[in-house]
């Protein structure tokens, strides 16, 4: 039986990402840009506004820049958005042999915000996935749960003995983000990528919304997702 783990982010490190540090955008909007002004149009993007009736799928263009407060974008993998990734070509290197489902990845320019200068001495993708069904890959029969203002929620996975993924992530489940092999762990940590942190599925209970909600400003949570 395969084993498998929650992707998540060292609490060693700042959380310089989301949609107020970073932006991805279209080449042509960035004229019109300027760094910490929030603009309600920018999440109409697709991969900001993610699925919808008429779109299945988020396909990303070409000519996509990611402009950040941050000097440079030291995280091997986080998540942007609910639907869209970013990462390293470190990272790129760790999906080399991997069964995922990812949809597609893109290069992207990385623009400091500040100086509005491209930074070129490290390569960038935007990383998309067709996320999987909660049944598809996970025993619904084994799962631990939590009754939440009413509402049953998942609180420990157990992954199907058949799931053969290496890398994937699941529909309305971002409070675990990416779930990586065994194969993908050791290779990551051959590859030296750091700022990864790797919790067993099965020992692990989610952060429900209970205590997401009952989380002090400034305190961390017990992990943070990709």
């Known amino acids: 039986m395969m084993k498998f783990y929650y992707l998540t982010i060292s609490h060693n490190i700042p959380c310089g990402v989301g949609f107020y540090n970073n932006y991805l955008l279209p080449e042509e909007l960035l004229p019109s840009f300027q760094l910490n002004d929030f603009k309600v149009e920018y999440g109409s993007l697709p991969w900001y506004a993610g699925i919808t009736r008429k779109r299945k799928k988020i396909i990303l263009p070409d000519n996509l820049i ?92 157990s992954i199907l003995e058949n799931c053969d993924y290496d890398l994937f992530d699941i529909k309305h489940e ?18 030296k990528l750091e700022y990864l942190e790797f919790l067993p599925v099965g020992l692990t209970k989610l952060i429900t919304t209970k205590e997401w909600t009952a989380t002090e400003i ?9």
């Open 174 to 191: 971002t409070k675990c983000s990416l779930i990586v092999s065994e194969k993908f762990r050791q290779k990551a940590n051959d590859l």
């Open 218 to 226: 400034n305190s961390l949570p017990r992990y943070t997702p990709v």
């Open 66 to 157: 990611l402009v950040s407060n941050l000097r440079e974008y030291d995280y091997p993998v986080r998540s942007l958005s609910e639907y869209t990734y970013i990462i390293t070509e470190e990272f790129m290197r760790c999906l080399d042999g991997m069964k995922t489902n990812i949809l597609q990845i893109k290069p992207v320019k990385y623009m400091n915000g500040k100086t509005r200068n491209i930074i070129s001495n490290r390569a960038y993708y935007a990383m998309t996935t067709d996320k999987l069904e909660l049944e598809d890959v996970v025993n619904l029969k084994e799962c631990e749960y939590e009754q939440v203002y009413g509402v049953d929620e998942l609180l420990k996975m």
